[in-house]
């Protein structure tokens, strides 16, 4: 039996969660959009602080010729989970704004 290469395994993975993932946000109902915003903000940081690890750990080593792709890679990853924690509470605050009352004049 032939070994398969783990690049086919990691894609495949990375295939199937694009799918459940697809599945599991179009089917939420829009009650449960904050929560699962609120849930969304709290992945997003853990990306952050992957992506600050990434970078800082091809930093310390001699500069190998793949640390600027992990540079990169891990400034991408803190810029778009920032922009999605950022955009995740502005949705979160307006929603909850509209559960507010309002005052008469």
């Given at each position: 039996?032939?070994?398969?290469?783990?690049?086919?395994?990691?894609?495949?993975i990375?295939?199937?969660?694009?799918?459940?993932?697809?599945y599991?946000?179009?089917?939420?109902?829009?009650?449960?959009?904050t929560?699962?915003?609120?849930v969304?903000?709290?992945?997003?940081?853990?990306?952050?602080?992957?992506?600050?690890?990434?970078?800082?750990?091809?930093?310390?080593?001699?500069?190998?010729?793949?640390?600027w792709?992990?540079?990169?890679?891990?400034?991408?990853?803190?810029?778009?989970?920032?922009?999605?924690?950022?955009?995740?509470?502005?949705?979160?605050?307006?929603?909850?704004?509209?559960?507010?009352?309002?005052?008469?004049?």
């Open positions: 039996m032939e070994h398969v290469d783990p690049t086919v395994f990691r894609l495949a990375f295939v199937l969660s694009i799918f459940v993932g697809y599991v946000v179009w089917s939420v109902t829009p009650a449960l959009h929560p699962l915003m609120a969304t903000n709290a992945i997003s940081s853990v990306i952050i602080v992957g992506g600050l690890i990434a970078a800082a750990a091809m930093s310390a080593q001699a500069g190998g010729p793949n640390a792709i992990a540079k990169g890679a891990g400034v991408a990853a803190v810029t778009l989970a920032s922009v999605n924690i950022f955009g995740g509470f502005m949705v979160t605050r307006r929603m909850l704004a509209m559960y507010k009352k309002k005052e008469r004049a």
